[in-house]
């Protein structure tokens, strides 16, 4: 399948500290509020000495388009096993999304996602629109390192599986 703009991506940076995560993830809300930014979610985790994974999200910050915070959770939901994920918002929104990604990556890659971030470490999540991909990663410049996959998932198809879920609700 040829590669398009209408793709959704997630991105991963790890930083020393939570503050750095922090201020790239507002340099993502920044390019947002410029127009650079379309539909996408993020979130700032960071992962304890014992490897377990504490979702710090700015609920009011990252209600970007469609997805209303919650791509973010989802993609953390398949990065992350529950065992791992300390806060997991583990509904059924979440988890409908969740399961809608996780078809478009292999269980390798997420295996590879789950291990980016070390203990001691945080990282920047962000899920959206593939042609804002080369965006955030110029404006992102306080990672250690950093990594993107293609999901072979559509926007549309999210914000569909979403709003189906919220039905559901």
Same mark, same amino acid.
């Given at each position: ?33 410029? &127009?650079?930014? =379309? !539909?996408?979610?993020?979130a ?7 490897? %377990? /994974?504490? +979702?710090?999200? @700015? ?12 791509a ?19 509904? &059924?929104v979440v =988890? !409908? ?11 390798? %890659? /997420?295996k +590879?996602?789950? @291990? ?9 999540v ?5 042609k ?19 999901? =072979? ?12 879920a919220?039905?559901?609700?």
């Open positions: 399948m040829p590669k398009t703009d209408d793709e959704t991506f997630v991105y991963l940076a790890t930083y020393p500290n939570e503050a750095a995560a922090r201020d790239d993830y507002q340099v993502v809300k920044d390019l947002h509020g410029e &127009g650079l930014v =379309g !539909s996408y979610d993020a700032v985790v960071t992962k304890d000495a014992k490897g %377990k /994974v504490h +979702e710090n999200k @700015d609920e009011t910050a990252t209600r970007h388009g469609a997805w209303g915070g919650i973010a959770g989802a993609v953390l939901g398949v990065i992350f096993p529950p065992a791992v994920l300390a806060s997991a918002a583990v509904g &059924g =988890g !409908s999304v969740g399961g809608h990604l996780a078809r478009g990556i292999s269980r390798s %890659k /997420v +590879e996602l789950g @291990d980016f971030i070390d203990p001691g470490q945080a990282g920047l962000v899920i959206g629109e593939l804002v991909k080369e965006a955030i990663e110029k404006a992102v410049t306080r990672a250690e390192k950093e990594t993107a996959e293609e999901l =072979g998932v559509a926007p549309e198809e999210i914000d569909r599986v979403l709003q189906e919220l039905k559901g609700l």
